[in-house]
């Protein structure tokens, strides 16, 4: 399966019926399991690594999501990111 990127934003501004709809579609597919987000290996921990976390946005050094845990239970584990790994 092939998903490609969309531009939520704009399509949220100009057709916010069609971002409600492929949000539902999504949300099918992520509850079955279908599809698994891809989360990126660095584990940026606290509002102190955000700097960090943007610098590699930044350079491109990031693929799938980027995740800052900050405080007990926000964020991700690791044993849900382990989970989410294509």
Known sequence: MLICGKRFGETNRTNPAETEEIWKELNILLESGKIKP????????????VKDALR???ERKV????VI?????IGLSRDVKDKARL
């Open 69 to 73: 845990s900050i405080g007990d239970g």
């Open 63 to 66: 693929w799938g999501k980027a």
């Open 56 to 58: 590699d946005l930044s």
């Open 38 to 49: 891809v989360i990126f290996d660095n584990d940026y921990q606290g509002l102190e690594s």
